[in-house]
């Protein structure tokens, strides 16, 4: 088939170059480059950095109205594959294929429409999610389905888990299109109550060391690497790093309390405590915890008082 591939970051990569073995790709639609890192260097999307390599064309747009969407109708496609693009599509774009548009979206929907699925997901604790792939309506991920398949959900953090469903939707997006492509397809309307998968706020990152351990872990998994986990330390923001379970014999030192144990660094939480191996303290680089330990043997982490915790449960 003739498809446009509409995606920006490094999990629509993947999909990308499943499709580009099966199908004619007659453009690659991404994001315009942005600035990147402290001195703000004009950067390529991961996607259109794949798409140059293999030598395709490649449209940039932020949004999808003017200029972009006469381009869009010119190139004629049989059927647009989304992977996280980041705009919305309307009516017209909708109608510039004759197949229409088909999203691969990580997670099993009507659960966690919108932006953060794997994350929100991770955060409440989940054990299982999955994929979807939809054909885009006007709604929110509310269009029907054409295929879904339920995948675990490891104890590991949101970008780990990304990359592997990455990988995993890209092999289920290529057998969507296959269809599309025979025409032996069906689309179901979705089932179940939906959910929101909103976009995790920085706020939302911050560790409440006063919860059970399995819910900072939790908490951890969903907001790391981006926005990236923290507590406070004498008001100060402290980033954390690599938090895993804590091992039956560890040290239990209390809420937002920071101790050695025999081949490691734990700190407490409201039920016991979890493994640490970074912090990064305010204005500085990540360090070991050791390093950071034994630099500052008596640090604790700052507990919520009782309006703060009010403010994290309600998010």
Known sequence: MRIVFAGTPPAAVPSLEALHADHDIVSVLTRPDAPVGRKRVLTPSPVKRRALELGLPVLEAARLRGDVLGQLEALDADAVAVVAFGAIAGPRALATSRLGWFNLHFSLLPEYRGAAPVQRALMDGRTHSGLTVFRIDEGMDTGPVLLQRTLDLPAADAGAVLASYAREGAGLLAEAFSLLASGDCALTDQVGEPSHAAKIDPEEARL????????????????????????TIGGQRTKLAGLSEAGPDDAVPGPGRIAAVHDGVVLGTGDGAVRVAGIQPFGKPMMDAADFLRGRPDAAFDILDDDEQSGENDE
Request: proline share 12%; aromatic share 8%; no cysteine.
């Open 208 to 231: 409440d060391l006063t919860r059970p351990a399995a819910e900072v872990l939790a908490r951890f998994r969903g907001v790391s690497p981006s926005p990236g986990a923290w507590a």
